[in-house]
């Protein structure tokens, strides 16, 4: 039992092994440029928090992504949805309950009309998720004028985005998470789809029937996250694919969190993901570097950690070889 415990530990460390390293690399990088915004508690709480939407909304790409469905409609359903349920909960007069629950439907529906049109056309989801993109883009440009959402200054509405409701939604989203994808009919059945899709339906897996609760759970997780952002920010509508740079922004922790799914979970990988690429994100603000800049940093980045991790046995016996040609010279 104690050796169980002792590798399970092990085995959460080596997955957050990854933001502690970013963290600390960068910390001491700032203190050597005497750049002191990035050692204070107030630096970390920023971190962690701007993760908590990074996370929900890379829950709700990694999902699809899991059976080789790639949607770029994440980013346009946390607008809309987040303009619609804002809109009305305020002209209601409801609560921040309230608030959460509409949102959270109004996503599940617009979600539900994405994977029920890609199960009605049949063609590749990056075509449909591209069409309900633009439809729904023009869509949010018109409702309420097209004057977006302004939640976050109403701050009786926007407590999910502070402290301890932030925290406390994140770890309702990732136990839930974890559940459902490790211990649910739902879960076993979406594994068997992503690892052989074809055995997987022979035997008795529905695939219409998961693809519908995928994007069930999807339209949930982009509620939650459709009301933590527009409890932060002004929501404005969307157009010309704008919308896609709320998607691509957690496509990093999605990459990463994959592979540090192999050690604990996919909730915990993708979250430990989320840490390690704010982290890289807040210190390079913290350094000055441009926002142009920034982003080619973080590209690199994404495509050489996924480099290393895709041929990392290449890599060790290159190493192994070398050391070995050594020894044999001396």
């Known amino acids: 039992m104690q050796v169980l415990t002792l590798k399970r530990a092990a085995d959460v460390l080596k997955t957050f092994l990854f933001p502690i390293a970013v963290y600390l690399v960068l910390l001491l990088v700032t203190l050597l440029m005497s750049k002191t915004g990035y050692v204070s508690s107030g630096a970390f709480d920023r971190i962690v928090r701007g993760s908590v939407l990074t996370t929900i909304t890379a829950y709700a790409i990694a999902l699809p992504l899991s059976g080789g469905r790639w949607d770029f409609a994440p980013g346009i359903i946390i607008i809309l949805a987040g303009i619609i349920g804002s809109n009305l909960t305020i002209s209601l007069g409801l609560g921040p309950v309230m608030l959460l629950l509409i949102t959270v439907a109004i996503a599940i529906v617009l979600s539900l009309i994405e994977g029920l049109l890609y199960l009605w056309i049949r063609v590749p989801t990056i075509i449909v998720s591209l069409g309900v993109v633009m439809m729904y883009e023009a869509v949010s440009g018109i409702v309420y004028g097209g004057s977006g959402a302004q939640l976050y200054v109403h701050s009786d509405l926007a407590v999910f985005s502070r402290s301890p409701w932030i925290y406390i939604v994140l770890a309702l989203i990732m136990v839930l ?66 919308s896609t740079s709320l998607m691509f922004s957690s496509m990093g922790p999605v990459l990463v969190g994959l592979y540090l799914a192999q050690f604990t ?24 570097i441009d926002s142009s800049l920034q982003t080619v940093i973080v590209g690199v980045f994404i495509v050489g950690f996924m480099s290393f991790t895709s041929n990392r046995e290449r890599v060790r016996a290159f190493f192994l070889r070398a050391s070995a040609a050594k020894r044999a010279e001396a």
């Open 265 to 288: 979970n996919l909730s915990l990988g993708i979250f430990a993901g989320a840490l390690g690429m704010n982290a890289l994100s807040y210190g390079m603000v913290v350094l000055g």
């Open 177 to 242: 998470f974890y559940f459902l994808l490790g211990y649910t009919k739902f879960g076993y059945d979406t594994r068997s789809l992503a690892a052989h899709a074809r055995l997987a339906v022979n035997m008795g897996v529905k695939e219409k029937k998961n693809i519908l609760l995928t994007y069930l759970v999807v339209g949930g997780l982009l509620g939650v996250a459709a009301v933590i952002n527009a409890s932060t920010v002004l929501v404005s509508p969307a157009s010309n694919l704008s």
